[in-house]
């Protein structure tokens, strides 16, 4: 795991004063250790019954997507607002640094969906709380939060507390 932590590259200052952004741009430009990633996200769900992958924009929809593709089911995109053509379900949410919103298509989850849930970044646990409840919204049931790295300090796993979290990194 170590190996993945040297191609995660720190940003100071990034968006706003203050943050410590956690770069995953080196990690998934080398081949080799963004399939060590995939397969280390993958490996406490190769023989469950995950019927789809949901990922958050952006960062989710890279590891959210080839984590679908390993498993072989569908990806469901929870879009920041007024990117999805069709009716959506939205849900509004707080951030590290400021707040946002995700939606999604009113027809993304088949009635009784085990969904696994993909993100590179836990960091307050906003994002991906709002994630599970907007699933859960459209009749889903969240199998598992799986992420990249999560940032202990901000104790995001305390929004999660009903949920299975599985993390590759700690910081
Ligand atoms: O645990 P939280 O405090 O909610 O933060 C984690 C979220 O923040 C980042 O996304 P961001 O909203 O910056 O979007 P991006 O992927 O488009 O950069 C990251 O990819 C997670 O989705
Ligand atoms: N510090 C951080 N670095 C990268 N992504 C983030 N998402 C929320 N906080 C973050």
Not at 4 to 9: G, P
Not at 49 to 69: K, N
Not at 84 to 111: C, F, M, R, T, W
């Amino acid at each position: 795991m170590e190996n993945l932590k040297t191609k995660i590259r720190d940003i100071t200052d990034f968006p706003k004063p203050g943050i410590n952004f956690k770069d995953i741009t080196p990690l998934v430009q080398d081949p080799k250790t963004l399939r060590t990633c995939v397969e280390k996200l993958i490996g406490p769900y190769k023989n469950t019954q995950i019927t789809a992958v949901a990922g958050m924009e952006a960062r989710g929809f890279i590891f959210g997507s080839l984590v679908a593709w390993e498993l072989g089911v569908g990806f469901i995109p929870l879009r920041k607002p007024g990117k999805l053509p069709y009716d959506v379900q939205k849900v509004d949410y707080d951030l590290e640094y400021g707040q946002a919103s995700l939606e999604a298509h009113i027809d993304a989850v088949n009635p009784g969906d085990n969904i696994l849930l993909i993100d590179d970044v836990l960091a307050t646990g906003g994002t991906a709380k709002a994630s599970c409840e907007l699933i859960e919204m459209l009749g889903g049931n969240i199998v598992a939060c799986a992420f990249v790295m999560e940032l202990g300090f901000l104790n995001g796993r305390q929004q999660l507390v009903d949920y299975p979290v599985h993390t590759l990194l700690t910081y």
